[in-house]
């Protein structure tokens, strides 16, 4: 689910810098106004009569609310994973602590342990 949120997040990011770059900037109408417009009638047809602005300006806004929400999002999943491997992590070192004290401690001396020559005998009538 996180790779597949990831992806989106990726492609909404690279649809979004598209759509802020092909925008016109404020001082591009002063330009249009004399004369300088260099195919704004064309973009004004074909996105209806009040030009690419609109259109654009609504896509990017609606792009950005997304945006934010998948970012909030992922946070929120890699919140809960760090959770979990915290969690998971705790268990292990408990589970480790608790092998150490189950364990007897091996006597440290110079030598091996005496062997003993007592066997067990029958009792005898």
């Known amino acids: 689910m996180e790779a597949v949120l990831l992806a989106v997040h990726m492609v909404i990011a690279i649809t979004l810098i598209g759509l802020i770059l092909i925008q016109q900037g404020k001082g591009a109408d002063a330009g249009a106004a004399f004369g300088g417009g260099g195919g704004g009638g064309a973009s004004s047809t074909v996105f209806g009569s009040q030009g690419s602005g609109n259109f654009l300006t609504k896509t990017t806004a609606i792009l950005a609310t997304t945006f934010f929400v998948t970012s909030l999002f992922l946070s929120y999943l890699s919140g809960q994973v760090s959770a979990e491997k ?6 292990l070192n408990r589970v480790e602590q608790i092998q150490s004290e189950d364990k007897p401690a091996l006597p440290v001396t110079g030598s091996a342990p005496a062997e003993t020559t ?5 009792p005898t009538e």
């Open 86 to 91: 915290a969690e998971a992590a705790d268990v």
């Open 118 to 122: 007592d066997k067990p005998t029958l």
